[in-house]
């Protein structure tokens, strides 16, 4: 199995894009990229940790690769909008990856160099890409938090 980690606003969204996918084995919702340590959902939400809400996706390079959950995570949020995801504001709901290895950075720059190129966007691209570095679980409540209420 392999890791990935994306941040592309609400975790509880992504979570549930990057469950439907063939080949992902788990999801974990949590916090990345910020300073403060083992931070709690009200810290992340007041904005003072640095942390996103970011999704840590297992899955079998064997049946799903790692471009593929790129093409996912570009796919389904708008990552030419600094700290920002639909009505959702904040730093916490930045545009990142953070990848797990050289390998994983080299495909995410190539990926969001394409993007850009492509002439999708007419703004251009705030998607961080940096090391995954710590991932802290967000509490048992958030996870799965879709499926917990029926919802879609």
């Not at 392999?2 to 788990?26: I, M, P, S």
């Not at 796919?75 to 709901?93: A, E």
């Not at 190129?117 to 961080?128: D, I, K, Q, Y």
Request: aromatic fraction near 12%.
């Amino acid at each position: 199995m392999a890791q990935a980690t994306f941040a592309a606003g609400c975790f509880w969204h992504v979570e549930a894009l990057f469950g439907k996918v063939d080949g992902v084995t788990g999801t974990a919702v949590g916090y990345a990229g910020g300073s403060a340590g083992d931070p709690t959902y009200e810290e992340v939400c007041a904005g003072g940790t640095g942390h996103a809400e970011a999704v840590r996706v297992e899955y079998d390079p064997a049946r799903v690769s790692y471009g593929d959950l790129l093409e996912v995570f570009w796919g389904n949020h708008d990552p030419t909008t600094p700290n920002r995801q639909g009505p959702d504001v904040g730093s916490q709901y930045r545009s990142a990856v953070f990848f797990h290895g050289p390998g994983q950075e080299r495909e995410a720059r190539e990926a969001r160099d394409r993007l850009a190129r492509s002439g999708r966007f007419a703004a251009p691209l705030v998607t961080e890409i940096v090391p995954a570095g710590r991932f802290y679980r967000a509490e048992e409540y958030h996870q799965g938090y879709f499926g917990k209420r029926g919802a879609r």
